[in-house]
């Protein structure tokens, strides 16, 4: 077996040659032809699809494709052409219905006929580079009846029309729209966008333009947004409808520019209506859609932030410099939190939380609020306002939103150092007086301030606090140790360290006998538990509680000043005492001992003394007498002092020149500190770096940190350059 040859089998191709008939090929077409004339006629069911495509499958094979494929074109184009006519025939609005159901009809006739030439459609046209039967049949039908000379002018007028229409109210056959918009676009993009989306656009802008016109002359600015919306909703609804999804942005577009980009400015300074109105109405929902309409347009959201910022730093700028509202420092800054509140939900109701807009209202805020260069103060004061007595019976939850609005206001500030001024005596005087309402409120304040400005700006203040606690304790033992003095006056000393508590001009007044010997006990017992310590008696800062007993017999408990205290003692050896003599014996400041007297003879309800001659002022020559007469309903009187809740002029220049000369050091040290680490620096740079080094205490003076240079050359901390006079070196 295994010597046996191996054979190759080979198989021939069949040598007979088939001879075709020569009239084949003509034969064929006649049948197929006749086949795609009872498909446009509707008659094709007696044709038997698969002979049909064997026939058209041996023309292919015989190389008869080229017959085959001109064919088809020439029989299409002339059922084309006769249906272009009978849509041409049609008449009014059964036009477009005649032409929605010749083009379903082609559609399902091309179907039959490319399944029919299917072989030629996979083999013979991909060889000649022709184009496929499905999509020959689109391009003859948009030549021979979109592009027809009698359709094609119509076919647009038609669809505008029926878009103006629906447009002005009328409803319209959403259905056949849709249909034929859907035929152009299957005809390809390039004959949806030139036949009928361009001249859409155009007519759209034109329809648009004139409507708005007639709009902004006869709606205030509110309907005509109102309108606006509604058109864009509508164009947005139409594209759903019946437009190509690509169309939606260019529509819009067209309705953005006619109807908000191009009347932007009117409609914003729109009188009794526009953007001011809307602020100063709280109209929230028309605030709304400009925003939405206006983000769509360029600069459409500048437009409205601009003139937000003009208006708000302009109505900031009234209220800030109102005498009015001057007179109230806690109603002036009550109003401008009304106002920062009122900002806040606009722009979170209306203007979606923008943080351009949150920036541009913190920027006018801080404009307006230092434009008043008593803003810290009144700050303060409305802290020592609310911390008194406006705080009671007022939720935890509560007192911290009305803290965080105030460290709010606090950040606008520039001259933080002021306010920390202000505030130090404010707490003093309530921490002294017994009067905060809640001990916890104040920390929480601290804690507010310890973290915007850090450490340093709330060490002093947080000392006050323990200085009060370190009183109590030193009392305590002061009264364990001097067990006899239980049935005379009762003694409560505060203990202030000297540089955490605001510095007060220490005058000692003349304490009565008998306060003065329990002063002196204190002192030496106090100074006997404390080495190397020093005390002076704030007497100006002091208050007492005295038993009184009026003309028949009334008796009342007096909450008084300490000067007050010591004048009304001296009437219990004295029945009248003049204005000279009641110096003379207490020795209390002018100033002080005219509001001390003016308080308990001139204030309704409270005068304890009577005085000669009656007059709201206190004179030199004026003489006091017990006031026998004196009622009250209560046991407990509580005798204030005439004093202006803000400060005078005179003491505003004090407090300011204390600022000033508290300023100084600080600029000192941050001119050190930039000159140790940079060595070598020119005058602008250093006033800018020491501008951004202090700013959040305050706001630096390029005169001042000019001055503190020269003081630092004048003792050897810096020196000149001998060459460039603005340069300064460091000198170690």
Known sequence: MSN?????????AFKHRVVVDPKYADKTWKILEHAIHEIYNHNASGLSFEELYRNAYNMVLHKFGEKLYNGLVATMTSHLKEISKSIEAAQGDSFLEELNRKWNDHNKALQMIRDILMYMDRTYIPSVHKTPVHELGLNLWRDNIIHSSKIQTRLQNTLLELVHR????????????????????????????????????????????????????????????????????????????????????????????????????????????????????????????????????????????????????????????????????????????????????????????????????????????????????????????????????????????????VMMLFRYLQEKDVFE????????????????VSDDAERSLIVKLKTECGYQFTSKLEGMFTDMKT??????????????LGDGPTLVVQVLTTGSW???PGVPCNLP????????????????????????????????????????????????????????????????????????????????????????????????????????????EDAFFVNDKFTSKFYKVKIGTVVAQKESEP?????????????????EAAVVRIMKSRRVLDHNNIITEVTKQLQSRFLANPTEIKKRIESLIERDFLERDSVDRKLYRYLA
């Open 4 to 12: 046996q040859k191996k054979r190759n089998f080979q198989i021939d």
């Open 421 to 436: 001024k202000y505030y130090k005596q404010h707490l003093a005087k309530r921490l002294l007086s017994g009067k905060t």
């Open 166 to 405: 629906e447009r002005t109210g009328e409803v319209i056959d959403r259905g056949l729209m849709r249909n034929i918009v859907k035929m152009l676009m299957d005809l390809g993009s390039s004959v949806y966008q030139e036949d009928f989306e361009k001249p859409f656009l155009e007519v759209s802008a034109e329809f648009y333009s004139g409507e708005s016109q007639k709009f902004i002359e006869c709606c205030d600015c509110g309907d005509y947004l109102k309108k606006a919306e509604k058109r864009l909703n509508e164009e947005i609804e139409r594209v759903t409808h019946y437009l190509d999804s690509k169309s939606e942005v260019r529509i819009n577009n067209v309705v953005e520019k006619e109807m908000i980009a191009n009347h932007m400015l009117r409609l914003v300074h729109m009188e009794n209506s526009g953007l001011v109105n809307m602020l100063l109405d709280d109209k929230f929902d028309d605030l709304g859609r400009m925003y939405n309409l206006f983000r769509r347009v360029p600069d459409g959201l500048s437009t409205i932030r601009e003139v937000m910022t003009s208006h708000l730093r302009e109505t900031g700028k009234q209220l800030v410099s109102d005498p009015e509202r001057l007179k109230d420092p806690v109603e002036f800054v009550q109003c401008l939190l009304d106002e920062k509140d009122k900002y806040d939900s606009i722009i979170s109701n209306a203007f979606n939380n923008d943080k351009t807009f949150q920036n541009a209202l913190n920027s006018s805020f801080e404009y307006f609020i230092n434009l008043n260069t008593r803003s810290p103060e009144f700050i303060s004061l409305f802290v020592d306002d609310k911390l008194r007595k406006g705080l009671k019976g007022v939720s935890e939850e509560d007192v911290e939103i009305i803290l965080d609005k």
């Open 471 to 484: 009183s109590q304790d030193t009392m305590q033992g002061f009264y364990a140790s001097h067990p006899e």
């Open 502 to 504: 605001p510095t007060q």
């Open 513 to 620: 006998a008998e306060m003065s010997a329990l002063c002196e006990k204190f002192r030496s017992y106090y100074l006997g538990t404390h080495t190397g310590r020093r005390l002076s008696w704030q007497t100006n800062m002091g208050t007492a509680d005295i038993k009184a007993t009026f003309g028949k017999g009334q008796k009342h408990e007096l909450n008084v000043s300490t000067y007050q205290m010591c004048v009304l003692m001296l009437f219990n050896n004295a029945d009248r005492l003049g204005y000279k003599e009641i110096e003379q014996a207490t020795e209390i400041p002018t100033a002080d001992l005219k509001r001390c007297l003016q308080s308990m003879a001139c204030v309704k309800g409270k005068n304890v003394l009577r005085k000669e001659p009656m007059s709201k002022d206190i004179g030199e």
């Open 651 to 667: 003491e505003k220049q004090e407090t300011r020149q204390r600022v000033e000369e508290d300023r100084k050091p600080q600029i």
